[in-house]
């Protein structure tokens, strides 16, 4: 499954409420992800299958996502997310504190 085609899938994704992106949206991704056969305790060859996907959200190619990067990239997930969501997981994601998120914080979500 390509990078544009997972994306696809992950638009079907939808939040029913403030509280269930409160209890854990990373979960809500990566069992979608499970569902299509994606996990991030696979091997090497699924963790290929997440850089695709970062690498199709790192639309400057730098090798981290800016907040402006990763907002599109969730919203693409799920359109009803706010930008004050997007920016609360992107402040969680970034452990190191370098305002971007590279490709080991990205997969850690």
């Known amino acids: 499954m ?7 899938a992950y638009s079907n994704l939808r939040l029913d409420s403030e509280e269930k992106l409160e209890e854990g949206l990373q979960e809500d ?3 979608l992800m499970a569902k299509f056969g994606f996990s991030k305790t696979e091997e090497e060859s699924e963790m290929q299958k ?12 730098g090798g981290s996502l800016d907040i402006e990067e990763f907002t599109l990239g969730f919203q693409k997930v799920n359109p009803d997310m706010t930008d004050e969501q997007c920016r609360k997981i992107f402040d969680e994601a970034d452990v190191d504190g370098s305002g971007d998120v590279d490709f080991e914080e990205f997969v850690e979500i």
């Open 29 to 31: 991704v990566f069992a």
């Open 50 to 61: 997440f850089r695709e996907v970062f690498d199709s959200i790192d639309e400057d190619g």
């Open 2 to 8: 390509s990078s544009g085609a997972l994306l696809g």
